[in-house]
């Protein structure tokens, strides 16, 4: 079983700047593969980035260049760095791991573990 914690969240104006920590314990390693999704109200959650055990990074189009998604493995801890925020990415942020062998890292069915969310939004 594993836990996550995310943190990080709040109002920030447009073009600002947040990083959301996300502290894994339990039966985790340094080669899981972490993600980030979004919900925003009234729409499906959606991928936004995932670190995978080598270090390899992905990003959804609508943020690549902007955020970075990065991992202490000493701290069991996976960051995203939110920078030139926009209305748009107004969401709660999940941060998962546990990706099911063989699954796309960019599905929200393909992770077992999540977090309970944090608030990002972002005031024009």
């Known amino acids: 079983q594993v836990q996550l914690v995310e943190s990080g969240g709040g109002l920030v104006q447009a073009g600002g700047s947040l990083r959301l920590p996300c502290a894994a314990s339990?039966?985790?390693?340094?080669?899981?593969?972490m993600g980030w999704f979004r919900q925003a109200p009234g729409k499906e959650r959606e991928f936004v980035s995932v670190i995978r055990g080598f270090g390899n990074t992905y990003y959804a189009d609508s943020v690549k260049g902007r955020f970075t998604i990065s991992r202490d493995n000493a701290k069991n801890t996976v960051y995203l760095q939110m920078n030139s925020l926009k209305p748009e990415d107004t969401a709660v942020y999940y941060c998962?791991?546990?990706?099911?062998?063989?699954?796309?890292?960019?599905?929200?069915?393909?992770?077992?573990?999540w977090g309970q969310g944090t608030q990002v939004t972002v005031s024009s």
């Open positions: 339990g039966r985790t390693t340094s080669s899981s593969a």
């Open positions: 998962a791991t546990d990706l099911m062998y063989g699954s796309s890292w960019a599905l929200v069915s393909s992770f077992r573990s």
